[in-house]
């Protein structure tokens, strides 16, 4: 009888531990994030700096859209501040547009509008992002806020320009080119200040969702040189606003 209830305590004491352990608050979690960028050069660039080519003197500036996605990961260092760290391939850079008169794009609405001819300055890094996190008091039981200010070490894994004509209705392109090249002098090394806010599901022990805008600079310029060989300004930074949403497990 003694052993039965002794056995049957054990048996009560595992049980309560692992249900104990199932709802401690996750110390480290990892994650998945996707999202969509905006650039901009702080400064314009060679060919669009000073006295333009006739080619682009209808040329004005525009941020680039692209996207942004990778893993991260967050440690816990008290009730409200956490490290973070993440490894993302983020795709920056700048355009420039001037109006196609010979393409009319018609909405839904059957309102019509130019189409837009772009250049643009494409450039992709690999990022590592390591952040300083502060959990703000939350609004409800099911709501976190949180911001963040960081630094992100960077690679470049591909640097070009595109030049893009839009088709005409039919099928023939505008003008005499569509041309992509190497784009040279980007620096191969950088790094960005960062800072941005998340907002999610209060939720620490199990899979959550939350959004994040993020504002990011670079340090240092996006050219090894200040000026190309026939003296254009090379000399520039970049800021990237970037929205994504994540999963945390």
């Given amino acids: 009888m003694k052993l039965k209830l002794l056995l049957l305590l054990v048996i009560y004491g595992l049980y309560s531990k692992g249900q104990e352990m199932a709802h401690e608050e996750k110390k480290v ?17 060679a060919p669009f700096d000073g006295e333009r ?16 996605g990778g893993v991260t990961a967050q440690l816990m260092l008290t009730k409200n501040l956490s490290f973070g760290a993440e490894a993302i391939f983020n795709s920056r ?3 420039f547009r001037e109006p ?8 839904d609405e059957g309102n019509e509008e130019f189409a837009f001819n772009y250049f643009n300055y494409n450039i992709d890094y690999i990022e590592f992002p390591v952040m300083i996190n502060y959990g703000f008091k939350p609004i409800d039981d099911r709501t976190m806020i949180s911001g963040y200010v960081g630094v992100a070490p960077a690679t470049v894994v591909n640097r070009k320009t595109k030049l893009r004509y839009e088709e005409s ?39 959550s969702l939350y959004g994040d805008l ?24 970049m800021f990237t606003t970037t929205l994504a949403f994540g999963l945390k497990f």
């Fill in 100 to 107: 196609n008169q010979r393409v009319v794009i018609v909405d």
């Fill in 214 to 237: 993020r504002l990011s600079h670079t340090l240092l310029t996006v050219f090894e040189r200040d000026k190309t060989l026939e003296g254009d300004n090379l000399n520039t930074h």
């Fill in 29 to 45: 979690r990892l994650g998945l994030k996707i999202g969509v960028n905006a650039s901009l050069f702080t400064r314009e660039v």
């Fill in 169 to 207: 209705m039919d099928g023939s392109r505008t003008k005499g080119r569509y041309e992509t090249a190497t784009l040279s002098s980007v620096r191969p090394f950088n790094a960005s200040l960062l800072g941005g806010i998340q907002i999610g599901e209060m939720n620490s022990k199990k899979a």
């Fill in 93 to 95: 850079g700048m355009a």
């Fill in 53 to 68: 080519l006739r080619a682009y003197r209808n040329f004005v500036s525009y941020y680039r859209p692209s996207g942004m």
